[in-house]
């Protein structure tokens, strides 16, 4: 039996993109119409070349009554004089759009492909073949044009893609819908027509019927250009997807459910970047496919770029909050509040974990120890002048401290200000009091003029806060 030119190309492609290998084994998604039976006949004359199991799965949705009663037994057929096994389901679609109130085009796709996949399932099949062509490629970016899209609708519908265990291919993506009747022909591969494509009420319908014709009066090849527009934006989508899941654990970290991320790190990145992220981070919530609309993610770029709004809260739908303080950012859900914490210090050294990876430690030195800190985390008292026992806590209402190098006293929440603590981060943030309820130290911050060293101290207490690495906090 001589190959058919079409054949040749299928397995040219299929070799090049790497699915047609030993391990194959297919459910091909079969309408009746002449794409999916041009579909199904190429795979079963690539498996008398190199043979992998093929199954043949269709789905009468109910629509249309005896045509698509008809269209089944079309595809039993034609499956039964090729060997090919075959998998069939009639699904009260209209039922179920009256049950659930979705439009027709979406509850029939729900219903076909949870068919499909558990067809697929149930033959171990590692790949589910769909007969999208061209034509359908081009219908979908223009359609994706007039609603809007952005760079990753451009690219249209995808070759593969993975869904679990199981992978979506389609392979006549590259091939007119004139070159699948002209096989069809050449082969004698039967078909059938429905009728439900010559209808306008389909929003795809109107355009292949009344669009196309018209915008190709300007540019005969108009679909053509669609196609390579397609391709080429599905590539340099694949190239900044992996981008940006490259760029995310640089940029972002987790934080409970939700990410933080610095934003002058952030804004260093090109603005196509900036958006991927913020969309690959809200494609982590509980319900992702509210989150990515373009405004949306517009007005989270704004906010983290205003220079004058340093503290900004915005509810992002789905129970997840963008919270801007200052140089940091969160998207998430807005965590728990926390209870604080009162710890006591009766002797030393000890040391407590305060959670987040930090821990205080206190340990006294003999003599004096008048060289300054190596940094803002660490602080030496003389424990003398001292009333013990100290005590970590968070802050409380109306705190106040006498700084070192300032007469009178300053109010803890106006350091925090001054200091641009994000306010998440204040009230989980340690204090260092004596048993007078006195703030000698805040880590990071500022110490207090109490309990200074002097040459002639006995005992130094030194008081270091760490992060988990052992290094300063």
């Given at each position: 039996?001589?190959?058919?030119?079409?054949?040749?190309?299928?397995?040219?492609?299929?070799?090049?993109?790497?699915?047609?290998?030993?391990?194959?084994?297919?459910?091909?998604?079969?309408?009746?119409?002449?794409?999916?039976?041009?579909?199904?006949?190429l795979l079963w004359r690539m498996a008398q070349e190199r043979p992998f199991p093929l199954v043949a799965?269709?789905?009468?949705?109910?629509?249309?009554?005896?045509?698509?009663?008809?269209?089944?037994?079309?595809?039993?057929?034609?499956?039964e004089r090729w060997g090919i096994p075959f998998e069939a389901a009639a699904i009260d679609v209209p039922a179920y759009i009256e049950e659930t109130g979705m439009n027709p085009q979406s509850a029939a796709r729900e219903k076909r492909y949870e068919f499909l996949r558990q067809a697929a399932a149930s033959h171990a099949a590692s790949c589910l073949f769909l007969g999208h062509h061209a034509d359908d490629q081009a219908e979908t970016v223009l359609m994706r044009v007039l609603r809007g899209t952005g760079v990753s609708g451009l690219g249209g519908i995808p070759y593969r893609r993975k869904e679990g265990n199981l992978e979506l291919i389609r392979p006549l993506l590259r091939m007119t819908k004139r070159e699948l009747l002209t096989y069809c022909e050449r082969n004698g591969v039967p078909y059938a027509v429905d009728s439900s494509n010559l209808t306008r009420h389909y929003f795809r319908n109107a355009v292949r019927l009344d669009l196309f014709p018209m915008?190709?009066?300007?540019?005969?090849?108009?679909?053509?250009?669609?196609?390579?527009?397609?391709?080429?934006?599905?590539?340099?989508?694949?190239?900044?997807?992996?981008?940006t899941a490259r760029l995310l654990p640089e940029t972002a970290v987790r934080s409970g459910r939700g990410f933080r991320l610095e934003r002058r790190r952030f804004r260093g990145l090109h603005v196509a970047l900036q958006r991927r992220l913020i969309k690959l981070i809200l494609k982590y919530s509980s319900d992702p496919w509210h989150s990515l609309e373009f405004r949306l993610i517009e007005d989270i770029l704004e906010a983290l770029a205003d220079e004058n709004n340093?503290?900004?809260?915005?509810?992002?739908?789905?129970?997840?909050?963008?919270?801007?303080?200052?140089?940091?950012?969160?998207?998430?859900?807005?965590?728990?509040?926390?209870?604080?914490?009162?710890?006591?210090?009766?002797?030393?050294?000890?040391?407590?974990?305060l959670g987040n990876g930090r821990s205080i430690g206190f340990e006294r030195l003999e003599?004096?120890?008048?060289?300054?800190?190596?940094n803002r985390w660490e602080a030496f008292f003389d424990?003398?002048?001292?009333?013990?026992?100290?005590?970590?806590?968070?802050?409380?209402?109306?705190?106040?401290?006498?700084?070192?190098g300032l007469n009178g006293t300053k109010k803890v929440?106006?350091?925090?200000?001054?200091?641009?603590?994000?306010?998440?981060?204040?009230?989980?943030?340690?204090?260092?009091?004596?048993?007078?309820?006195?703030?000698?130290?805040?880590?990071?911050?500022?110490?207090?003029?109490?309990?200074?060293?002097?040459?002639?101290?006995?005992?130094?207490l030194r008081i270091e806060m760490r992060t988990e690495d052992g290094g300063p906090a």
């Open positions: 039996m001589s190959r058919d030119e079409l054949l040749v190309r299928m397995m040219a492609e299929a070799e090049q993109a790497g699915w047609w290998t030993q391990e194959l084994s297919a459910v091909a998604a079969v309408s009746g119409g002449p794409d999916s039976m041009a579909l199904l006949h799965a269709h789905v009468n949705h109910r629509f249309r009554g005896a045509e698509a009663e008809a269209e089944a037994e079309l595809v039993a057929r034609a499956a915008l190709e009066q300007y540019n005969p090849r108009f679909k053509e250009s669609l196609i390579r527009l397609a391709e080429a934006a599905a590539a340099d989508d694949d190239y900044l997807e992996a981008e340093t503290v900004t809260r915005m509810d992002l739908g789905g129970g997840w909050t963008l919270v801007r303080e200052y140089d940091e950012a969160y998207l998430g859900p807005l965590p728990e509040e926390r209870s604080g914490y009162r710890l006591p210090v009766r002797e030393f050294p000890c040391e407590f974990r003599g004096a120890v008048t060289s300054l800190p190596d424990e003398s002048c001292l009333k013990l026992p100290l005590i970590v806590r968070t802050r409380l209402p109306g705190d106040r401290m006498e700084p070192a929440q106006d350091m925090f200000v001054d200091a641009k603590i994000p306010r998440s981060k204040r009230d989980d943030w340690p204090l260092i009091a004596d048993a007078e309820g006195r703030i000698l130290w805040i880590p990071g911050l500022r110490r207090s003029r109490l309990a200074p060293v002097r040459p002639d101290t006995a005992a130094t």
